[in-house]
Antibody, heavy 119, light 111 residues
Framework: QVQLQESGPGLVKPSQTLSLTCTVSGASISSGGYYWSWIRQPAGKGLEWIGR???????NYNPSLKSRVTISVDTSKNQFSLKLSSVTAADTAVYYC???????????WGQGTLVTVSS | QSALTQPASVSGSPGQSITISCTGT?????????VSWYQQHPGKAPKLMIYDVNNRPSGVSNRFSGSKSGNTASLTISGLQAEDEADYYCSSFTTTSIFVVFGGGTKLTVL
């Protein structure tokens, strides 16, 4: 059974960088065949795709966030990470990591982690 | 504003059927059979219910079905049960630079 688990600080100050890690179990990122993605959801609002990464390190980002987002992968630890720079209150959301196919099927999700941007 | 348009809310009584629509464009819903539907209960992660327009993952009830006509996809839930009360999101692969777009979500209330 594929499982994903987000981890990282729950509180980030404005203008700083949000950093989260997703640990994958039950599947190997290095096996290929799937992308690994980050999605976020502000309270009471819908889902927003942030970006994705393949085992090779190839990435794609949401154009609306591209200038501030970096997604990286560590196949030795079976983890991938998200960095979002220059955060504001608008970046406060539950952040999910997920496994996604090339055609956009998000089959497995982490439980989500709330990140609040506040001083 | 979300890329795909869903009704904000729908409701139905136990045992009834409801349909949730998801309208996009020829660059997403209308262009590919890569529409998915997700169920999200409060405080929980989304769960894949339908993929590739009308396919159910293993373990998902056959009361859930999907379809598509032109730029609009639909999710139908038959034999409504109390446990179906949740938010539902559609998504679609897109040829634009964004890769995948989501609908704004529909809150299903079981009366």
């Amino acid at each position: 059974q594929v499982q994903l688990q987000e981890s990282g600080p729950g509180l980030v100050k404005p203008s700083q960088t949000l950093s989260l890690t997703c640990t994958v179990s039950g599947a190997s990122i290095s096996s290929g065949g799937y992308y690994w993605s980050w999605i976020r959801q502000p309270a009471g609002k819908g889902l927003e795709w942030i970006g994705r990464i393949y085992t090779t390190g190839s990435t794609n980002y949401n154009p609306s966030l591209k200038s501030r987002v970096t997604i990286s992968v560590d196949t030795s630890k079976n983890q991938f990470s998200l960095k979002l720079s220059s955060v504001t209150a608008a970046d406060t959301a539950v952040y999910y990591c997920a496994r996604v196919t090339a055609t956009g099927i998000f089959g497995y999700w982490g439980q989500g982690t709330l990140v609040t941007v506040s001083s | 504003q979300s890329a795909l348009t869903q009704p904000a809310s729908v409701s139905g009584s136990p045992g009834q059927s409801i349909t949730i629509s998801c309208t996009g464009t020829s660059s997403d819903v209308g262009g590919y059979d890569y529409v998915s539907w997700y169920q999200q209960h409060p405080g929980k992660a989304p769960k894949l219910m339908i993929y590739d327009v009308n396919n159910r993952p293993s373990g998902v009830s056959n009361r859930f079905s999907g379809s598509k006509s032109g730029n609009t996809a639909s999710l139908t839930i038959s034999g409504l049960q109390a446990e179906d009360e949740a938010d539902y999101y559609c998504s679609s692969f897109t040829t634009t630079s964004i890769f995948v777009v989501f609908g704004g979500g529909t809150k299903l209330t079981v009366l």
